[in-house]
């Protein structure tokens, strides 16, 4: 684990160092990418207060077992596919869902590792990108901890509409 903070600490003293002609292509040059993106190539950072719904909402609500508190920023047609790559439809099934499965924890402590609020330009859309470490205790008192990127969409109400869920979990 140091030595991912090592190498992270390190890249990003590498890159505050580099000079700003480095960073970011001079005006009016396009980047030519090996592939062209299906969804969007034209982003900028986003809102930053929808990013704060999603650690309130979804993390720290999560963590607390107050999941109702979803039907305030979760749109009621959202569309959530998870880890598993199962499809969830609609608010009231995604609450359920997620009821049923932090039913199943005595504790969560998540630790967010980034949160990055952008919007796409050409596409109209605010999303919300996390990278976080959650760490469960089962009510059997069995310890866990996996790694997990989620990908939060908004809609033009500010509402949630869309998340795509990824995890890995810890190597025993």
């Known amino acids: 684990m140091k030595q991912v903070f090592f190498v992270l600490a390190a890249a990003c003293c590498w890159y505050s160092c580099a000079p700003e002609a480095a960073k970011t292509p001079p005006e009016g040059v396009t980047v030519t990418m090996p592939y062209t993106p299906t969804y969007s190539a034209s982003f900028r950072i986003g ?3 929808l990013a704060t719904k ?3 909402g979804s993390w720290k609500d999560w963590e607390n077992n107050q999941l109702d508190s979803l039907r305030n920023w979760v749109a009621d047609s959202i569309v959530v596919v998870d ?3 199962k499809t969830i439809k609609g608010l009231d099934s995604l609450i359920a869902n997620w009821k049923r499965g ?3 924890y005595k504790s969560t ?4 590792n980034g949160v990055v609020p952008i919007y796409s330009t050409d596409q109209g859309h605010d999303w919300v990108l996390v990278a976080a470490m ?5 009510l059997e008192g069995v310890g866990d901890t996996v790694w997990l990127m989620e990908n939060w969409r ?3 109400d ?3 509409d869309f998340l795509r869920q990824y995890m890995q979990r810890t190597p025993k």
Request: no cysteine; aromatic share 4%; glycine share 4%.
């Open 83 to 85: 880890p598993e790559n």
């Open 47 to 49: 809102n930053a207060e």
């Open 154 to 156: 908004f809609n033009k």
């Open 134 to 138: 959650e760490i469960t205790e089962t």
């Open 102 to 104: 932090r039913a199943r």
């Open 54 to 56: 999603v650690v309130q």
């Open 158 to 160: 500010g509402k949630a």
């Open 109 to 112: 402590t998540p630790s967010i």
